[in-house]
């Protein structure tokens, strides 16, 4: 009688063997709608100002006004410990006066980022009245940076002896209210926070 063979053993391959080809599976489904990511509206920011204007607030400054401004500029530092003023000091502190008008001055500082800052201030009249602290007088501040200076400069003394100079620029004068700038006093700063009809006040 033949021998019977014996059954092969059947080799198992468990479902999650590494070995085993993975067959990626194919879907009809309908694509989903793209999420829309969130949109971050920026505040619109000072940008450089052209040099052609700026060539015209130089034609249109002088060396009196630039000599009384320098002479103002060196109490800065003062302002820079003064509540009140530091943000403002701090921040022209290292700008250097190139030009000055009656009304304006023209500031160079190290960068772009740092004189669009201040345009920006100034175009909101953030900076009017420390400028009249400062200056003594009423003024704007046009600021550019070191690179556009010397590119500046270099072109209003070209044109200058070429006799091309733009007509001077002028500049609208800027009005403080006194009144908004003055310090308050101590009673009318609690007068402020309580109100006038919460406060008695005891005669000695």
């Known amino acids: ?7 092969k053993p059947q080799l198992f391959v468990p479902e999650d063997d590494p070995y085993e080809e993975e067959v990626q599976p194919t879907f009809f489904e309908e694509e989903p709608m793209p999420i829309k990511a969130p949109v971050h509206r920026e505040n619109k920011k000072a940008q450089p100002i052209d040099d052609e204007y700026i060539l015209g607030l130089l034609a249109g400054a002088n060396k009196p006004e630039k000599a009384s401004d320098l ?3 060196k109490h800065i530092e003062e302002y ?8 403002f000091a701090n921040l022209i502190k290292h700008g250097k ?7 304006y001055i023209v500031l160079a500082v190290d960068n772009q980022a740092e004189a669009n800052q201040i345009n920006e201030l100034d175009s909101n009249n953030e900076l009017c009245a420390f400028l009249q602290e400062l200056l003594k007088k009423s003024k704007k501040i046009f600021a550019i940076s070191a690179e556009q200076n010397k590119r500046v ?4 003394k070209e044109r200058m002896v070429n006799g091309t100079l733009p007509d001077p620029i002028r500049v609208e004068s800027v009005i403080v209210n006194n009144e908004e700038t003055r310090e308050k006093t101590q009673e009318e700063i609690v007068l402020d926070l309580f109100g006038k009809d919460n406060i008695t006040v005891m005669e000695e």
């Open 1 to 7: 009688m033949p021998k019977q063979e014996a059954p």
């Open 71 to 73: 002479e103002n500029f």
């Open 80 to 87: 820079t410990i003064n509540l009140k003023w530091a943000k």
């Open 97 to 103: 006066i190139v030009g000055a008008g009656s009304n």
């Open 153 to 156: 400069i270099g072109a209003f």
